[in-house]
């Protein structure tokens, strides 16, 4: 198994762990080190429970080619030393992109895991990403039916797909009551209910500088009416200091600018927000999961189910709709949302039955 990123290591640990189960299956995880702090990397594999990692090949930052080349020529050094049977990768980030090519020129089959995502939008650098991994995979593991649709319309073969449901919300499921627990609003003054929780990181949000200076002042006003709490990711807190517009948030009244967090107390944040603004991938599923209201700061979405049943609302950066969706959220106008199929915290066995099957063929 490959990991690399934040977003993979909830996805991977509840597979990995059920794979450790079966006696017949020997697992090993590759650490490539696209994320390297301790808020980004370490503390994930603490608090999910995941063991140090078999290798870590420390590859750091870099443009999308030095960091996809630095991966894939440390993989496919630690492909051809142990020769796995299969690679599995999850989820969309150079890591996952970078795995799957190293293991392809190396004739070993890989397992896809939230495949056919599609936001139909090349500009975003996760799209290559899942277009190149998918067509690369052999075995296709989905989270909501868009993605089967996607699949099938590409031309994958239909005994590669396999609808299993989405292991972020395993993950969100074994440890939500001790996220509940941990009241971690308390620690930034807040009360349960009583705040915004904002998370921003993609480029096409932050590298701007327009952009960010026109959202950092939607988050402003919003501050006036609502407590809001900015765990700011690296890339984001580079880029408003690079711009000068840390004082845009409204200084020590406004926007409540904190670290990155763990996986634990950031989903304590997430349960009892009044509102998520965000434009990540994965808290558009797990505010849907949560039933948190999900002002998503994108004009499009590879994960329509979080929109169509789900909590989410594609408002994109715009400032004044940005607040008019937020004053929306605050006063109690927002949809409801349902739980997807097979979100249901048993996608990890899902997937490791079929990994078991695969297995059992050859
Ligand atoms: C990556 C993924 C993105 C995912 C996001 C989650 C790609 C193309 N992008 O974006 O899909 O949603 O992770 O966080 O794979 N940095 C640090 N410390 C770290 C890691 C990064 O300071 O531990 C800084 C560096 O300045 C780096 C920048 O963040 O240049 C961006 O990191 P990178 O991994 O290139 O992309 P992300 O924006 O994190």
Known sequence: MVVGARPNFMKAAPIYKELRLRPSVEV???????????????????ELGLPRPDLCLGVGSGSHAEQTAAVMVGLERAFVERRPDLVVVVGDVNST??????????????????????????????????????????????????????????????ERVHFVGNVMIDTLVEHRARAVALEA????????????????????????????????????????????????????????????LAGALGGPAGVRTIEPLGYLEFLSLMTSARMVLTDSGGMQDETTA????????????????????????????????????????LSGDWKRGRTPP??????????????????GRG
């Not at 090993?28 to 080190?33: K, P, S, V």
């Not at 009416?225 to 408003?240: D, I, Q, S």
């Open 290 to 329: 949560l039933g948190v209201p999900c002002i998503t700061l994108r004009t499009n979405t590879e994960r329509p189910v979080t929109v169509q049943m789900g909590t989410s609302e594609l408002v994109g950066s715009e400032p004044s709709r940005i607040l008019a969706a937020a004053r929306r959220a």
């Open 185 to 244: 609003w308390r620690r930034f003054g807040l009360a349960a209910g009583g705040y915004a929780l904002v998370t921003l990181h993609r480029p096409s949000n932050v590298d701007d500088r327009e952009t960010l200076a026109g959202i950092a002042g939607a988050l402003r006003e919003l501050a006036r009416e609502l407590p809001v709490v900015f765990p700011a990711h690296p890339r984001t807190a580079k880029r408003l200091e690079e711009f000068a």
């Open 342 to 359: 097979l979100w249901d915290g048993r996608s990890a066995p899902r997937i490791a039955a079929v990994l078991a099957g695969w297995a």
């Open 97 to 158: 992109m970078a795995g799957a090519l190293a293991a392809a020129k190396l004739c070993i089959p890989i397992a896809h895991v939230e495949a056919g995502l599609r936001s139909f939008d090349r500009t975003m650098p996760e799209e290559v990403n899942r277009v190149v991994t998918d067509s690369l995979s052999s075995l296709l593991f989905t989270t909501e039916e868009s993605a089967n649709a996607n699949l099938r319309r590409e031309g994958h073969p239909e």
């Open 28 to 46: 090993e995880l590759l650490h490539t080190g696209q994320h390297y702090d301790r808020g980004m990397s370490d503390i994930f594999f603490d």
